[in-house]
């Protein structure tokens, strides 16, 4: 069974078309890139995924059963907006965090933190934007979940940590776990890859193995998605 299967999935605003009959299926144990332009569909996908959004046609099943509470036990999402209280210190969500998931674990979130010199005694409200992305990401990357969807982790993040945030998401998520990055920072997280996932005006243009596509294309994921999505 697949940790993620998409069937003939679709999603209308009103009558725009957001995803048109997507297909698709994500193994266990992969790191794979959700890649499109602004206003592809990647947002929406993820939103299905996650429960948050009602297909207009097709389903979404996670480990074979339609998204629900206890498919939210087992993915852990990062929304590309912060949904944190602005008020609260970062120890108080990383309680917070310890009462509502059964699977957070607290001291790997606090090592993240001590790395990227974020103070746990600081409020959200007084970190800048970047700084609150650093906590939201340790949060999630801290929780024990089958399923890591990330919609744009490196947004706010200054590129001499990118680094550090990468090595983070390889070495904290369970192995047999998949990860989803969401992200247009291509050339930034192509080394960590295992699959890529092309997505435009809605549609699954491409899936492949990030090694096969290069070796194939002889050039980088970075390359190959500027030639597909040439202006």
Not at 22 to 32: A, D, Q
Not at 69 to 87: A, F, W
Not at 101 to 119: H, Q, T
């Amino acid at each position: 069974m697949e940790l993620l299967e998409c069937k003939n999935l679709s999603k209308f605003y009103d009558k725009k078309e957001a995803l048109k009959d997507v297909n698709l299926k994500v193994p266990r144990g992969k790191i794979i890139g959700l890649l499109g332009k602004n206003g592809s569909g990647k947002t929406t996908l993820i939103k299905l995924i996650n429960d948050l959004l009602i297909p207009t046609s097709g389903e979404v099943l996670i480990n074979g059963e339609k998204p629900g509470v206890e498919s939210k036990k087992i993915i852990s999402y990062l929304p590309e907006r912060t949904y944190l209280d602005k008020d609260m210190k970062v120890n108080q969500v990383i309680k917070y965090f310890e009462e509502f998931y059964d699977n957070f674990n607290a001291d790997p979130a606090r090592k993240l933190l001590k790395d990227l010199d974020l103070d746990e005694e600081q409020k959200l409200s007084k970190m800048s934007k970047g700084m609150q992305e650093k906590v939201q990401l340790i949060l999630v990357m801290s929780r024990k979940a089958d399923l890591y969807i990330l919609d744009e982790p490196l947004g706010g993040v200054d590129p001499a940590t990118r680094d550090y945030i990468l090595d983070t998401i390889l070495s904290n998520f369970n192995e047999g776990a998949s990860v989803i990055i969401s992200t247009h920072l291509i050339a930034d997280i192509e080394r960590i890859l295992d699959e890529v996932i092309f997505i435009d005006k809605g549609k699954i243009i491409l899936t492949s193995p990030a090694d096969e596509l290069r070796n194939k294309e002889n050039a980088s994921i970075d390359e190959i998605f500027r030639r597909c999505f040439k202006c």
